[in-house]
């Protein structure tokens, strides 16, 4: 019944919107156009009379409104009159002149390309630091501080303060509440060989967190003979260490801890099960450690260590030295150097050297010989 309301007979067949032409002045259009709208009544004299109700609607609603009982047809062509009555009435055509006014009065003023006085303008955005330049836009100035409030820096230090106080907080009050659930640490059994290394990044997102790191000695494997434990060796390949004697493996592939922990050690029962295989034993196969690159470490030589025996010899031999040193000073014959360099540099002979040398060299160009020079200074 859409198309019903739509062939109603509304009185407004036609309306005329004029829209006066714009002035070149830039004064302010006025909020409202001027609407006239003029209704075609029906003369009770010179109007037709209305087709049947049945006439004006489509054949689809037509076959609908046929359909209808004669009570149903009736309240239909009532309500019909009722919408008909109101959509004619002078109140709701004054209304919807205006709200047509508006509209078309918003519509040139958005499409007038000459009408700059109603088009928002928005500032454009300065430089960081417009210090010296000219105000293009009548932003102002920065209005200035009233000292009623404390600076960014300060607002920064005063959150880090709190941070900090929380932190504090749960340490004094939450964190001791975890000596409940503290339990002793028991080292591992001869039946637990393997070592699981796992990596916690408290609580943040990481790449990394869901990996797992195994770590396990041949040796240390229970129920394998010494050609099983080779056998496994070669097995692991790159992954085990000759100076440790250590194979470490990891995994990552998956999205938990748990998983890649069941990954690992499900790969170690595989290949302790290819160990005991003794149908091939891989005895034509030479152990590679290739892989590895053996690093020298320097260890302290044994025969430098300090041995009892080492520390009275070295204080003999100092007794020694200190011995013979009273008895050349006791003679005379202990060498005092800074009294020496005292008395060359009092030594008029000292003094006159350089003038002599200068003298010589003028005279003999190559100047004094070394053991002139020497005798000079003694």
């Not at 990044?201 to 790191?213: C, F, L, S, T």
């Not at 040796?219 to 056998?231: F, V």
Request: hydrophobic content about 30%; glycine content about 4%; charged content about 30%.
């Amino acid at each position: 019944m859409a198309s019903t309301l739509n062939k109603l007979a509304f009185t407004f067949r036609c309306c005329n919107l004029r829209i006066p032409p714009r002035s070149t002045s830039r004064l302010p259009l006025p909020p409202c156009r001027q609407f006239n709208s003029s209704c075609r009544r029906r003369d009770k004299a010179s109007s037709k009379p209305y087709p049947s109700f049945a006439a004006t609607l489509d054949p689809e609603d037509r076959a609908d409104y046929e359909a209808l009982s004669p009570a149903e047809r009736a309240a239909f062509e009532a309500d019909a009159k009722r919408l008909e009555e109101h959509m004619t009435s002078r109140g709701v055509e004054a209304d919807i002149a205006s709200e047509v006014a508006n509209a078309a009065h918003q519509i040139a003023l958005e499409n007038d390309p000459r009408d700059s006085e109603h088009q928002v303008v928005r500032p454009k955005r300065g430089a960081y630091l417009p210090m010296g330049e000219v105000d293009e836009y009548g932003t102002g100035d920065d209005p200035e501080f009233a000292e009623d409030d404390m600076s960014s820096t300060a607002h920064g230090e005063l959150e880090q303060h709190r941070e900090i106080r929380e932190y504090a907080r749960l340490a004094a009050w939450e964190m001791p509440l975890l000596s409940k659930l503290a339990k002793p640490f028991v080292p591992p059994a001869q039946d637990q060989p393997l070592r699981f290394r796992y990596t916690s990044y408290m609580g943040e997102q990481h790449p990394a967190e869901n990996k797992v790191v195994l770590e396990f000695c041949p040796k240390d494997m229970p129920d394998l003979t010494e050609a099983q434990r080779t056998k496994l060796v070669k097995l692991v390949g790159v992954r085990y260490n000759p100076e440790t004697e250590i194979v470490k493996m990891s995994s990552e592939q998956f999205e938990t801890q748990a998983q890649n922990k069941r990954y690992l050690g499900d790969l170690v029962d595989t290949l302790l099960a290819e160990a005991k295989d003794s149908s091939d034993m891989f005895e034509d196969i030479p152990l590679d450690f290739r892989h590895h690159k053996f690093k020298h470490k320097p260890r302290f030589p044994e025969h430098w260590q300090m041995t009892p025996e080492r520390k009275r010899q070295l204080d003999a031999t100092r007794r020694q030295r200190l011995q013979a040193d009273r008895e050349r000073a006791e003679q005379g014959k202990l060498i005092d150097g800074v009294k020496l360099i005292q008395r060359a540099l009092k030594s008029p002979a000292y003094n006159a050297a350089p003038a002599t040398v200068e003298a010589q060299r003028g005279t003999h160009g190559k100047g004094r010989s070394k053991g002139e020079r020497q005798r000079l200074l003694r």
